[in-house]
């Protein structure tokens, strides 16, 4: 299958980029890996009248941690996120799902905002910011807007980003004594997760100080188990506590039966999942240091 | 749209509509078929080609983006006329069969050993898990990577010791 | 892997010589298909119908025509004109070309466009207006062959029902008296889902019919290029001689490129039309929806035991699924193909099958995957029966098969269904397995690991394959007997040509074919050539499928080399002055008994064939063979694989897997291994994810590579391949094939390892395939997680 004719525009600055969405929005999508985009195009499944290349414009593609917390550009390819040192020392969850998205081809291209932006319910970014309680930056001629992670996801593919918006950054706060985990089901290397959980433990005085989870591919977009959450805040990290917030992440997804597993099944993943993950991140944030 | 790709190592200038895909430039307007196709779906990355030395979907990326780049396909490969150690390798592992996975493959291949030179079985695997073969089962494409990983490292090595000698018998003998 | 000695320059069979072939590949240099360009080429793109079972009330195509780019746009019934809209299938049933006023099946083709540009092609289809009107569709067989069931076939004259053809074969009596007498009775269902062989290179061609010259030359993915263009000129009614049919480098056949696709016929009606050379390459989406699909077996077998494990019969009643149309290619007399195999490598007294073929709204085909024309679906039953019945009867599962196995001074061995086995030693294989497995070991292991409740589980197969078809009298494609051919030609300076009627997919022909001719006459390898694959310059054969090569093609290599190593001992006593009798032959030296300095060498006495030679006699040095096997060659062997189940999620992992084949005398090691290794992981992607399904409206599912999953080289496990050598006694070099073997006994060993770990829950069959959900929900139904 071959895309549809579109007009293809490359700017050079950012500003150029929000001009043009400001007044064509509604009609064009950004082009940034196009991982996503440009499957959907030879699908035929979009026929937008115009792609906006990002490419070209400087400046986005930094990971760099600043005033307490780490900002990932609009540019910043998967590949780049596997192979920072800064994610692998202080963002355990966010390096341990970097590796896991799609195949290393793709994350050659595909980007971590464009994921984001993308919003497939079956996206494992997604679930990473909800669990990091993230924030997302969002530019437009008319100025910047932070939407909280939490509050992004609106349904499949869709975010509360205008058509004349721009993602060109996550905000992920840094939080010492953290451990964290991506722990993905997939039936091969490059196939969208059966279910996924991402996990992160901020340990406090010998307990859980806060917990983040966030779910992949068990609902209609990615979610955020926050009674699970609820439960694990201030509690000490005892098998009961995490097995009880396994229970508690299990019952916030929602997931449909497909060719990948029932329902049930699928529940049961992020049940063992969530346990694992927990236990994993409890372990790594007192390895850190964080007691 | 013009673009100007460097392929090859030479320039190349094509007018295209931006919606061509750089599988489509490489393989019908230049000429090099030695990209090929194998799904629909971005799945199979027998399109596989360097893009700035990275290994890329070519199948899944726009020729117009392509545009003031440099693009390494299978035909590149050759070294002043002969095959590469990687090439070689493949041939002497029995790394393909078919060959229609072999390009890609071989792309893959380059820029994992140029990223590591060493490679260990599970690391192979890893980095070629974005490319499909159907016939081989992938233990040969193993056994030939790491091979020429172990040519390039010996012959870079004794390039390392004649560079070596010669301070050393500037010295006198020991 | 071993090797013969490598002293001899020649290395001619048992040397593990490097791919000519892969020369080309590894610099991109192949010239497959879709790299054929001809001047004005124009491109074809086909509509097909969403929808699997419908009425077409309406096609409209002005709006494509008139769309810049576009060349002409075809119908059905512009193709029922010249009485092309329907074309024969290679099961005697017909098949529409492009659909007239009813589909069939969702992806099936309904309109073709040819434009200038390939996007423009594109671009015009989805201006093509067709109004469907929908019928219930029929995706189960079981379904179709119910009394009130919308009948598919409309257009078949005297098709009342959806049913296609009932086949049997073997002693019904004997065999249920076996059974009425049994001390104890397995039985099992399962189903051999419709799994696609998916080549990395989809289908397509070339096709150009030059107005000038009434040359018809098609660029074509042909597994069987000869076959392929009889079949052409028959039915497109073209003089077969200005037909050629060139089938270059494929990426990959698997069975996928034996039929005629639709595609293939309206691209050269549209160039013969037209005028211009016209190119169709199908996309992945095309590929698995409507292409050969393979399996689709709704299998229940069941197995006789005296009380000490000793078969006694075995008896199988299968649906099979043939989708709308029945153009599954098999021999002509084996509506179920060699299904009858399935007692496999046991001593099995009394037996009977029945198959009976049913149309669904489904994509046409059958037999493909590596199948040996149904070999796989059979000897999963019997290997699945095998493992079941010693979970039944509290035994080892090794020691039940070696308590029933054909023993060797069996052979040749009549199989109750009338099969005779060549050759086989299937206890050597079995033992030398599980020697290399560390059995013992890993039983105990096993035993510790669920004493902690945690589950491993060690699956083997051990089956025999019957490939090589095969003797003309039973076997024809489509009426052609299933000989197959080789032509050699030796030059004066020694050098040869080898065409063969064969048409390797990647097996490695240029190589291994020359190796063949380097035994029989001592030409080094590197100086054979070997051709094929293009009609008008190699003699007829009848393809690459069926693990048939070896057996008939390398046969015909063999026996022509002996008539030209005949011919240069007539010349060898000519120019030694010896009497014919006197001269011996050895690695390409002729020379005189008991003067073994008196010498000549295969190149001298080639130059002397046009340069020297006695009264009388032809010049030359060249011959040509057809050669009709006498019987099939059965290669066998035993795989064995341990897994370890994750139990909170289901997954099962490969911790081991070993793997003995023995196909006779191997002419290149490493190419056998190679094949192995491939086989073994398309085993492992049948057992593990591999499945096309449909929903209630006929809708596919696994329609694409997101879907149709094909293991990457991360999930692909690692093999441990040995071999034993039982040679075929009736093949010229003892060979028997090779190119099959894993893909048909592996699935078994793999699902058989996950029944095992599973057993002691009392789980005896999860369905093909195998996925983690499966195995959790098993689990959970038994309450063990």
């Known amino acids: 299958m071959l895309p549809p004719r579109f007009d293809y525009l490359a700017p050079r600055s950012l500003d150029e980029a929000l001009e043009f969405l400001d007044g064509h929005g509604d009609d064009a999508k950004v082009l940034a890996g196009g991982q996503s985009l440009i499957p959907v195009l030879k699908l035929r499944f979009a026929s937008p009248a115009w792609l906006v290349d990002i490419n070209r414009i400087p400046g986005l593609d930094e990971i760099a941690e600043q005033d307490g917390h780490l900002r990932v550009g609009a540019l910043v390819r998967h590949r780049d996120a596997e192979r920072s040192p800064v994610l692998r020392e202080r963002y355990p969850t966010m390096a341990e799902a970097a590796p896991q998205v799609s195949d290393p081809l793709v994350r050659n291209l595909g980007t971590v905002c464009g994921s984001l932006a993308h919003a497939d319910p079956s996206g494992d970014w997604g679930a990473v910011m909800l669990a990091m309680d993230a924030d997302l930056v969002a530019r437009s001629k008319s100025g910047t807007r932070t939407i909280a992670a939490r509050d992004f996801f609106d349904g499949p593919f869709t975010t509360a980003l205008r058509p004349d918006e721009l993602l060109v950054e996550a905000r992920v706060p840094a939080r010492p004594g953290t451990g964290g985990a991506y722990l993905k089901l997939e039936r091969k290397v490059g196939d969208f997760a059966t279910a996924a959980v991402a996990v992160r433990v901020t340990m406090s005085d010998g307990r859980i100080g806060e917990a983040g989870i966030g779910l992949t591919a068990v609902g209609p977009n990615n979610l955020k188990a926050t009674e699970a959450e609820v439960a694990l805040a201030g509690a000490d990290p005892s098998d009961e506590a995490f097995r009880e917030a396994a229970e508690l992440a299990a019952r916030a997804a929602s997931p449909s039966a497909d060719m990948r597993g029932s329902v049930e099944y699928k529940r049961n993943v992020v049940r063992v999942f969530t346990e694992r993950g927990l236990r994993r991140s409890v372990a790594m944030a007192i390895a850190d240091g964080g007691a | 749209m013009q673009v100007t790709v460097n392929v090859n190592g030479t320039s190349q200038t094509a007018d295209v509509e931006p919606r061509l895909l750089l599988v489509h430039l490489l393989r019908e307007r230049l000429g090099l078929t030695g990209t090929h196709i194998g799904c629909d779906t971005t799945s199979c990355g027998a399109c596989t080609v360097l893009l700035d030395g990275v290994p890329i979907k070519s199948c899944t990326y726009l020729a117009v983006q392509a545009d003031g780049r440099s693009v390494r396909t299978v035909e590149g490969l050759v070294e002043g006329g002969k095959p590469s150690p990687l090439q070689a390798a493949f041939k002497q592992e029995h790394g393909l069969q078919c060959g229609f996975c072999t390009p890609g493959m071989l792309l893959a291949a380059e820029a994992l050993l140029a990223d590591n030179p060493d490679p260990t079985e599970e690391q192979v695997r890893w980095a070629l898990s974005g490319n499909l073969c159907r016939c081989t089962g992938y233990m040969n494409i193993v056994k030939a990577v790491q091979a020429a990983g172990a040519a390039m490292r010996s012959a870079a090595g004794v390039a390392e010791a004649e560079t070596a000698e010669a301070p050393a018998m500037a010295g006198g003998a020991q | 892997m071993t090797e013969t000695d490598a002293g001899t320059a020649i290395r001619g ?5 490097r791919r000519k072939e892969d020369d080309r590949f590894v610099r991109g240099r192949g010239t497959y298909v879709d790299d054929v360009k001809l001047p004005g080429m124009l491109h074809m793109a086909i509509l097909r119908t969403p929808v699997a079972h419908a009425r077409i009330t309406r096609i409209d195509v002005e709006a494509a025509k008139a769309h810049p780019g576009v060349v002409a746009v075809i119908t059905g019934r512009d193709l029922d004109a010249h009485g092309l809209a329907w074309m024969p299938t290679l099961s005697a049933d017909t098949q529409a070309v492009l659909a007239l006023d009813k589909v069939v099946f969702q992806g099936q083709e309904v309109a073709a466009v040819v434009a200038d540009d390939p996007y423009v092609a594109v671009d015009a289809l989805e201006l093509i207006d067709v109004d469907y009107d929908p019928l219930p569709a029929v995706v189960d067989p079981r379904r179709a062959l119910e009394g009130d069931a919308p009948l598919i076939r409309e257009d078949k004259e005297g098709q009342t029902g959806n049913h296609i053809f009932h086949w049997e074969k073997g002693d019904k009596e004997a065999t249920d008296r076996a059974f009425a007498e049994a001390d104890k009775v397995v039985s099992l269902d399962t189903f051999y889902p419709r799994c696609h062989p998916a080549p990395l290179e989809t289908c397509g061609c070339v096709a150009d019919v030059d107005p000038a010259t009434g040359k018809c030359t098609i660029w074509l993915t042909s597994q069987a290029p000869h076959a392929h263009r009889t079949l052409f000129a028959l039915v497109a009614g073209l003089p077969e001689q200005n037909i050629r049919i060139i089938s270059p480098d494929l990426g990959g056949g698997f069975g996928n490129k034996v039929p005629i696709y639709p595609g293939y016929v309206v691209a050269t009606v549209a160039s013969l039309l037209i005028g211009k050379p016209v190119k169709w390459i199908e996309d992945r989406t095309e590929n698995l929806i409507s292409t050969g699909f393979a399996r689709d077996y709704h299998m229940r077998g069941e197995m006789a035991l005296s009380a000490d494990g000793k078969i006694t019969a075995l008896r199988s009643q299968v649906i099979a699924d043939h989708g709308a149309f029945n153009a599954a290619a098999q021999p002509s007399k084996f509506p179920a193909g060699l299904f009858h195999i399935f007692t496999g490598a046991y001593d099995v007294p009394a037996a009977h099958c029945e198959v009976d073929g049913v149309y669904t709204n489904k994509a046409p085909g059958g037999i493909a995957y590596r199948c040996s024309f149904r070999v796989t679906e059979a000897s999963y039953l019997i290997e699945r029966l095998v493992q079941n019945a010693a979970v039944e009867l509290g035994m080892d599962p090794a020691e039940l098969r070696r308590r029933n196995f054909i ?372 689990m959970h139904e038994k309450g063990f997680v």
């Open chain 3, 13 to 17: 069979l048992g040397h593990s010589v």
């Open chain 3, 407 to 778: 023993q060797p001074e069996q052979f040749p061995y009549r199989s109750a269904v009338g099969w005779e086995y060549d050759s086989g030693d299937y206890p050597k294989a079995l033992d030398l397995a599980l020697e290399k497995l560390g059995y013992a070991e890993l039983r105990a292991e096993q035993k510790e690991k669920w004493a902690k409740g945690e589950l491993m589980g060690i699956g083997i197969a051990s089956f025999t394959e019957v490939v090589g078809a095969g003797h003309g009298a039973d076997f024809d494609i489509a009426g052609l007997r299933m000989f197959d051919s080789a032509e050699l030609r030796v030059h004066p300076t020694g050098k040869a040509i080898l065409k063969i009627g064969v048409q390797t997919q990647g097996q490695g022909h240029e190589t291994t074919f020359a190796q063949i001719v380097a035994g029989e006459l001592g030409i080094p390898p590197e100086d054979v050539t070997v051709m094929h694959g293009d009609t008008d310059n190699t003699p007829y054969g009848l393809g690459t499928y069926a693990s048939r090569s070896t057996p008939v093609g390398g046969a015909a290599t063999a026996m022509v080399a002996r008539k030209l190593r005949d011919k240069a001992t007539k010349l060898a006593a000519h120019l030694l002055e010896a009497s014919e009798e006197d001269i011996e032959y050895a690695e390409g030296r002729f020379s005189v008994r008991g003067a073994p300095d008196r010498a000549k060498t295969i190149q001298d006495i080639a130059f002397a064939a046009y340069t020297n030679l006695p009264e009388g006699m032809e010049a030359g040095l060249e011959g040509v063979t057809y050669y009709d096997p006498p019987n099939m060659t059965f290669p066998f062997g035993t795989y064995c694989v341990v897994v370890d189940i994750d139990k909170g999620t289901g997954e099962w992992k490969v911790r081991k897997m070993v793997a003995v084949d023995d196909c006779g005398v191997r002419i290149n090691p490493l190419i056998v291994e190679g094949q192995i290794h491939g086989g073994l992981a398309e085993g492992y992607a049948i057992a593990a994810m591999q499945l096309i399904t449909f929903d209630e409206e006929g809708n596919c599912i696994g329609q694409n590579f997101t879907d149709y999953l094909l293991p990457t080289s991360w999930e692909t496990p690692s093999f441990e391949t040995y071999e034993t050598v039982t040679p075929s006694p009736h093949h010229p070099i003892g060979a028997k094939g090779v190119g099959e073997s894993a893909t048909v006994g592996s699935p078994a060993a793999y699902v058989n390892a996950v029944l095992d770990a599973l057993a002691p829950l009392g789980i005896t069959n999860i369905d093909l395939p195998v996925t983690s959900d499966k195995v959790w929900a098993a």
